[in-house]
């Protein structure tokens, strides 16, 4: 079975050189994953509330009615936004596991984040006929 894998922070696609019918099961579905690993943080600007919770910072939630918060998945740097906007408390990794538990998995601020959780959500869909 041929394995499938994308390093997204380096846009580099490994084994990607399949002939048609030899395709892993669920290859489909790295569309999505791929999304959710490149950018998070126009994930985290589309859901402000949290981004101010999470990181235990006062004035975020304003934000949101700036046009640039209100269409995250158009910045060209997601990341640099967030750190300016949270004064560089903003951390890539401490700060994706401070906001995560507070994102609203309904939000429809980033249409990336929306197909990501369309995606998830079809995944466990299609979990359940295999059981």
């Known amino acids: 079975m041929p394995i499938v894998g994308h ?18 099961p669920g290859v489909r579905n ?3 994953i791929q999304i959710a690993c490149h950018e998070p943080e126009s994930f985290y600007l589309g859901d402000l509330p949290a981004v101010e919770k999470g990181l235990e910072l006062k004035g ?9 918060f209100r269409e995250p998945d158009s910045l ?7 750190f300016k906007l949270t004064c560089n408390v903003y951390d890539k990794v401490y700060g994706s596991r ?33 059981i």
Not at 7 to 24: H, M, P, Q, S, Y
Not at 60 to 68: D, G, M
Not at 120 to 129: D, Q, Y
């Open 60 to 68: 975020i939630e304003k934000q949101k009615l700036k046009r640039k």
């Open 7 to 24: 390093l997204a922070e380096n846009d580099l696609n490994i084994g990607d050189e399949f002939r048609e019918g030899n395709v892993a």
């Open 98 to 130: 401070a906001i995560s538990p507070h994102m609203d998995l309904s939000s429809k601020v980033s249409d990336s984040f929306k197909v990501l959780i369309s995606g998830i959500n079809g995944l466990i869909k299609e979990s359940w006929l295999f």
């Open 76 to 82: 060209a740097n997601p990341a640099e936004e967030l």
């Open 30 to 32: 790295l569309e999505f």
